[in-house]
């Protein structure tokens, strides 16, 4: 096998914007990530400000003309948004379809129906890791928590032991498996293929999901044991509804666009041959928009028509499903034009340069860099976006399966122990009735859990592949 140290990575060159030395350059990076950091967390200001008020410095410092830098900035941000911004769309109606329609009620409530009291961890996290493929995290986490918490309530189960698989579950699949915001951007940034993305970020997620839920359930059981307020558990969508989708026809439909892009993966490595009519299919019909337009149309009728939606529902859910990406779509754009910034200022080659006697992993660089991030600023969208901007030069003469293992090794690093500054540190307070503290020993562990144990399967992968 290849050796993955940095040394052995080079990428095309890029006119700078500035000829800036490494030291100016070093500088600047760090200007640019502290103005951000400190706008986000200090001063509370909306990431997408952030980002682009910090590209702006970002090009200041380093000596780059204004023109330029904002030039860099808006060219990063269109292209970022043209390449995911369909994507997450396509992604955030499916899965409003999924919530909308009692579907994700009818997988919860199936397999909770077969589980016991021995199983009920596996059992919640299998659910959040099929619920958790087209939804974000933050949707998965509202239409689960009633889940659990009805659950241990119901069922006098540990409400910790139940509710760490389920956020594993959706915590991995968020930082991993496309077509997630965040893989989506590092999949644009560094090249990567999506469909071999997708089928290794599903090899790795599941033993991280077993070892971060139901095994650390264990653990955080003991070390914590609370009782959330009744007032927590908020109604079910589906309980206004006189009738759900099916089990089987739910499943297929949310797993559809994953089987259409794992199998243009798989055409792709047997066939390999651009000209042949099969692999010319695959390409089309394995091709991110169209796995997931398919899914959606497919969903439209297996989801909303099941559930008696009219022509006037589904128009509506699908409209509703849109207002809440604009935020997403602007700070992943956004971050694309901090990428664009950094690597047009020459931050890439000054990279290259600086790692190229190092004997350090280029799967453990990118971890580190958005580990940092990710610390400094809680998101992990940020944090994905901005270490895959760096490390996207390092990439251009990996092969298809490392340069996937790079995303997925950014992807785990922007998971790394959330605190106070992340968003999701507060919904999982809040929801689950626990002090700071509480949440700190057994939230924050579980995602630092996801992020080192995900990596060491990222590099164990890249020992044989």
């Given at each position: ?20 030395g ?15 950091v ?53 992604g ?17 409530d ?52 139940i ?50 839920g ?5 653990v955080?059981?003991?070390w ?55 692999q ?52 992943v ?10 690597v047009?200022?020459?931050?890439g ?6 790692s ?86 057994t ?11 995900s ?11």
């Amino acid at each position: 096998m290849t050796s993955l140290s940095v040394e052995m990575l080079a990428a095309d060159p890029v006119d700078p914007i500035t000829s800036a030395g490494h030291a100016q350059l070093g500088i600047a990076v760090l200007v640019g990530i502290g103005v951000i950091v400190l706008l986000i967390t200090k001063f509370k200001l909306h990431a997408f400000l952030s980002l682009t008020i910090g590209s702006l410095a970002l090009g200041a410092v380093a000596g780059a003309p204004l023109d330029k830098a904002i030039a860099s900035f808006t060219a990063g941000l269109g292209t970022t948004v043209a390449g995911v911004g369909v994507l997450i769309a396509l992604g955030s109606i499916l899965g409003k379809l999924l919530a909308d329609s009692g579907g994700a009620d009818e997988i919860v409530d199936t397999i909770l129906a077969k589980a016991n009291n021995r199983t009920m961890p596996w059992a919640m996290a299998l659910i959040a890791g099929i619920i958790g493929l087209p939804l974000f995290f933050e949707v998965g986490m509202v239409l689960l928590i009633p889940v659990v918490l009805l659950v241990a309530k119901r069922g006098n189960y540990s409400l910790m032991r139940i509710g760490i698989p389920a956020l594993a579950g959706l915590s991995v699949m968020h930082g991993l498996v496309p077509p997630h915001p965040g893989p989506l951007a590092a999949i644009d940034a560094v090249k990567a293929n999506l469909g071999v993305t997708l089928a290794l970020g599903v090899l790795v997620a599941l033993p991280t999901v077993v070892i971060a839920g139901p095994l650390f359930a264990r653990v955080a059981a003991r070390w914590v044991d609370v009782t959330p307020p009744d007032r927590l558990i908020p109604a079910r969508p589906s309980e206004e509804l006189e009738r759900r989708p099916g089990f089987g026809v739910t499943v297929a439909t949310v797993l559809l666009p994953v089987v259409l892009m794992l199998g243009k993966a798989l055409v792709d490595i047997v066939v390999d041959d651009p000209e042949n009519g099969v692999q010319r299919v695959a390409d089309v019909v394995g091709s991110p928009l169209i796995a997931l337009l398919a899914a959606v149309i497919v969903g439209m009728f297996t989801l909303g028509r099941a559930a008696g939606f009219t022509k006037d529902r589904l128009t509506s859910t699908v409209e509703t499903s849109l207002a809440p990406i604009a935020s997403i779509l602007l700070i992943v754009g956004a971050g694309g034009g901090f990428k664009a910034t950094l690597v047009d200022i020459g931050v890439g080659d000054m990279i290259m340069d600086v790692s190229k006697d190092w004997n350090v992993s280029a799967l453990l660089l990118g971890w580190l860099i958005a580990v940092g991030i990710r610390l400094a600023t809680g998101s992990a969208t940020v944090a994905t976006i901005s270490a895959a901007g760096l490390m996207g030069p390092l990439a251009a003469d990996m092969s298809t399966t490392h340069t996937a293992l790079l995303v997925l090794a950014i992807g785990a690093g922007s998971l790394f122990f959330s605190h106070v500054n992340d968003a999701g540190f507060w919904l999982v307070k809040e929801y689950f009735g626990m002090s700071v503290g509480q949440t700190v020993r057994t939230w924050s562990v579980m995602e630092t859990i996801i992020s080192v144990v995900s990596l060491g399967f990222v590099l164990l992968l890249s020992l044989v592949i």
